[in-house]
């Protein structure tokens, strides 16, 4: 075990502080949590305590949190999250360099930026290309980014719509038990996109921009026959398109337009003796084509409370024990 020590983080206001500790505390809670540490505070100083090795790399992350602060960059919940992360995996010197840059600022005024390289890549795919596919596991922020994408480019002026789809596959229960009309049945499968939509410019301008028809969405099967000119067509939950609709919604690209295609090949819900997935079949055929990036998140990518970190890897322990134990 690691010999104990203690080190002091003097600050130079009690507004920056304030800002490194959050409100009740909240930040400090999330350090302990994520980093295995003791942390109080003493006049404008923070106290770190716990086995040296811990305290260590308590105050890397600290010291990258505080350079923020430095450069008049509000905190958040999700960026201490993410500092801590990147100091497990050994890429917590890059961390500042997320900052360099805001997306858009969300309904509270709040700027948006990437959190890990994984959204970093993507968000520069999504500039370079006219076809970017996110492809990953759930909490990596592909639906998030490619919402605050689109709407960077209609605030901008380069895209005159947004188009937003995914497919109306069930994932253990009908549609047609669903009470209400199409779009009723329909929007519980697209509430993560209406949510998103909800953070970044507000529940009432969402509501005015889809009843004004800027921003359409809809099922994949209203794609079918059209063809998108100046717009941001994002298709979420691609993993659950068969190989002809991945085809059929691909070639609606229009001219002056942008596309975005996500999903999860780990979780899809197509029923039992469909074909094979459409984005395992365009993830193959369309590797290395020109002006279509591919963009590959991985868990290390998703962004998570440090408690939720915590509670997976001990879920895994006790997983990996159990088949030990069945295998002896």
Known sequence: MSQKISREFPLDSPEQLQNVIGNQDKYLAILEQGLSVDISQRGNSIIVDGEESKVNAAALVLLELI??????????????????????????????????????????????????????????????????????????????????????????????????????????????????????????????????????????????????????????????????????????????????????FLTRLGFNSRMLVNGDISQIDLPHGSKQSGLIQARRILQGVKSIG??????????RHPLVGLIVDAYERDEKKREAEEHA
């Open 67 to 248: 350079k923020l602060i430095k450069k008049h960059i509000l905190l958040s919940s999700s960026d201490v999250a993410n500092a801590i992360s990147m100091q497990k995996k050994g890429t917590l010197a890059y961390f500042s360099e997320l900052y360099s840059e805001s997306l858009i600022n969300d309904a509270r005024n709040r700027p948006v930026r990437v959190k890990n390289f994984g959204q970093r890549q993507y968000v520069e795919s999504i500039k370079k290309n006219e076809i970017t596919f996110g492809i990953g596991p759930a909490g990596t922020g592909k639906t998030f980014l490619a919402v605050v994408m689109a709407i960077s480019a209609f605030k901008k002026g380069d895209v005159d719509r947004i188009v937003i789809t995914r497919p109306a596959v069930e994932a253990g229960e009908s549609l047609g038990f669903l009470p209400g009309d199409l779009k009723e049945k329909v929007d519980p499968y697209l509430r993560p996109i209406y949510d998103a939509m909800n953070a970044i410019i507000g529940s009432e301008q969402a509501g005015r921009l889809i009843e004004r028809e800027i921003v359409e969405v809809a099922p994949l099967a209203y794609m079918r026959g059209r063809t998108l000119d100046n717009a941001f067509i994002i298709l979420d939950e691609a993993q659950n398109t068969t190989p002809a609709q991945m085809k059929m």
């Open 294 to 303: 591919m963009v590959e998140f991985t868990h290390d990518d998703v962004v």
